[in-house]
């Protein structure tokens, strides 16, 4: 009881400390907002913080709504370190005024789909990896018996893991589906074609199809 308590307190500390990491990120977003007068997602380096801080937001929500899924936060917050770091050392851009290519409402319209997408696609492909794990394992050893005290065994129960992982891919889809939407009339209006097969268009039109497929 007494262990059950402590580990309770410091999950709960930990989701607090997340919580805090993720209001100094988004006061980085809100800043560079201020100094450009601009939304912040005007290159990569800006769309990829983003990202990431709806990633860490959606995980926040999952694990303050489901508190068994809180154990798969070093997870979802090491890929987010770690995709930080990357953005930082490969992405960075001082902030600025837009390229003429993106001064367009349908920046805020179509780029701000595609990063909520991005981040809640994020939790749902941590727990999907995690799920495969966690199924390996229990193949490995059925029944009530457990050995070892290794990765798979803290995890949460699998059927856990693939609710989770299903429920994000279904908020996260439609948003994803109306981004490629937007991105195709975007394309219209400053192109004069809807579509171009172009990479950025053939990777979005996979992963929907690839998230489709899952659902």
Do not use: C, Q
């Not at 290159?43 to 809180?70: H, K, Q």
């Not at 050995?147 to 429920?167: E, F, I, M, N, Y």
């Not at 937007?182 to 172009?198: H, L």
Request: charged share 15%.
């Amino acid at each position: 009881g007494e262990h059950v308590a402590s580990t309770r307190r410091w999950g709960l500390a930990g989701l607090a400390l997340t919580a805090l990491g993720a209001v100094l990120h988004a006061g980085v977003l809100v800043s560079r907002s201020a100094a450009t007068g601009r939304v912040p997602w005007g290159n990569m380096y800006e769309f990829g913080t983003a990202s990431v801080l709806i990633g860490v937001v959606a995980y926040i929500v999952v694990a303050t709504r489901v508190p068994g899924v809180r154990r798969i936060g070093a997870f979802v917050l090491g890929l987010a370190v770690f995709g930080l770091v990357l953005i930082g050392l490969y992405l960075y851009a001082a902030a600025g005024p837009l390229i003429a290519a993106l001064r367009s409402d349908w920046l805020a319209v179509h780029v701000s789909a595609a990063i909520v997408s991005f981040g809640i696609f994020m939790v749902s492909g941590v727990a999907s990896a995690l799920y495969l794990v966690k199924v390996r394992h229990d193949k490995r050893f059925p029944g009530e018996v457990r050995r070892g005290d290794g990765l798979a065994v803290k995890l949460p129960a699998a059927a856990v893991l693939d609710r989770v992982a299903h429920r994000t891919a279904v908020f996260g889809f439609p948003i994803w589906t109306f981004a490629v939407i937007a991105g195709a009339i975007w394309a219209e209006s400053a192109w004069g074609r809807f579509w171009g097969w172009d990479p950025k268009e053939t990777w979005a039109f996979i992963a929907w199809v690839v998230y489709a497929a899952y659902l």
